[in-house]
C-alpha cells in the first residue's frame, strides 16, 4: 500500500480516541485544538496527539468553501524533513471531530525559552535560527503559507541544540484564491501588517513572523513592547517603527542585524524575497557566540 493509500484508509476510519490511546497528559491546550501527550495502546508508542476543535476548525475552514483547502493533517503529512514535526496519521473521530498523531517532541518550546531568559540560548542562536528557517523553507517549497509562525510553534530538543516547526492548523496554500483579503489569522504580536490591514498577501506574511521570532530570539523581548496580546498589538506593526535590535542587543553579528530589520519592514517588497535569501545571509556567518 501506497503511502497516499495509507493515509486514505485513516481517513476513511473513525477514530475512537479513548480506546485507542492513553491519554498521558495535556501538553498543550491552543486556540483550535488540544495537544496531548498519548500512548498507543496498540503500539506502546508514545506519541503527540492533536485533537482538534470541531466548531472553531469548522469556522476556520468555513472562511475558505468552495476553494477545497486541504485539512492539517494532510497538510502535514506531506512535510517530511528533520526540521519539521513528522506526522505520523490524520483522520477523523467517532464524535465527528479530525485529529492528528505525530512524533512527540520532549523538549522545551522556544517561546518557553525565551520567556525564562534561558542560559541554554547561549551561543546556539545562530543554529537554531538556520533551523527555523530551513523549516520553513521547506513549507514554502511545497505551496504554503505557515501563516502562524512564532516561538511557540518552534519545539527545542533537550539540549536546545536544534529544534522543528509544528502545526500546521491556519497553513493555506499559496495561491491566489487562498492569498485574498480578509484572512486575519495569526498569533497578533508576529503578525505581518498586510494580515492586520486584510491586505493581499503572499509567503512574505512568513518571513516578517520569522523575523520577529529571530528579534525576540536574540534581544528576549519583541521589536514592539506590548503588554497587549490581542490584535490590538498587532495594528503598531505598520504605525511604529520598531526598536533597532542593535540598542537591545549588541552582540549579534552585523549581517544578520540588517537581515532581521529588512524582514521587520513594512511593505512587503522591501522583505528578503524568499527564505533562500535569509538561509543565504546566516550561512554566510560562520562563527557566532550569541
Not at 108 to 113: A, D, E, H
Not at 150 to 171: A, E, W
Not at 181 to 208: C, H, K, S, W
Not at 233 to 244: C, G, N, S, V
Request: glycine residues 8%.
Amino acid at each position: 500500500m501506497g503511502i497516499f493509500d495509507r493515509f486514505k484508509s485513516l481517513m476513511d476510519s473513525k477514530l475512537n480516541i479513548q480506546s485507542r490511546y492513553e491519554l498521558l497528559r495535556e501538553a498543550i491546550s491552543g486556540t483550535m485544538s488540544s495537544f496531548y501527550m498519548a500512548r498507543d495502546k496498540k503500539s506502546g508508542e508514545v506519541v503527540g496527539l492533536k485533537i482538534l476543535d470541531k466548531d472553531k476548525t469548522s469556522q476556520f475552514e468555513g472562511r475558505f468553501k468552495g476553494l477545497k483547502k486541504p485539512p492539517e493533517g494532510q497538510i502535514a503529512s506531506s512535510f517530511d524533513h528533520p526540521r519539521i514535526v513528522k506526522t505520523l496519521e490524520y483522520g477523523a473521530t467517532a464524535d465527528g471531530g479530525q485529529y492528528v498523531v505525530m512524533e512527540f517532541l520532549d523538549g522545551p518550546g522556544l517561546n518557553s525559552l525565551i520567556m525564562e531568559k534561558s542560559v541554554k540560548l547561549n551561543g546556539k542562536r545562530l543554529k537554531l535560527m538556520k533551523d527555523m528557517a530551513e523549516g520553513l523553507a521547506v513549507v514554502h517549497d511545497a505551496g504554503y503559507i505557515h501563516r502562524d509562525i512564532c516561538p511557540r510553534n518552534f519545539i527545542c530538543d533537550k539540549s536546545v541544540s536544534s529544534l522543528k516547526l509544528i502545526d500546521f492548523g491556519l497553513t493555506v496554500p499559496a495561491t491566489k484564491e487562498f492569498m485574498q483579503p480578509g484572512n486575519r489569522t495569526g498569533t497578533p504580536n508576529y503578525m505581518a501588517p498586510e494580515v492586520v490591514r486584510r491586505r493581499p498577501t503572499d509567503q512574505r506574511l512568513d518571513i516578517f513572523s520569522l523575523g520577529v521570532t529571530f528579534y525576540q530570539l536574540c534581544a528576549l523581548e519583541l521589536p514592539w513592547p506590548s503588554g497587549d496580546v490581542t490584535g490590538k498589538a498587532a495594528m503598531l506593526h505598520d504605525t511604529k517603527e520598531p526598536i533597532p535590535l542593535s540598542e537591545v542587543c549588541n552582540t549579534v553579528p552585523a549581517e544578520i542585524d540588517a537581515m532581521i530589520m529588512q524582514c521587520l519592514a513594512k511593505n512587503p517588497q522591501q522583505r528578503p524575497k524568499s527564505v533562500a535569501e535569509i538561509i543565504k545571509v546566516l550561512d554566510s556567518v560562520k562563527s557566532a557566540d550569541f
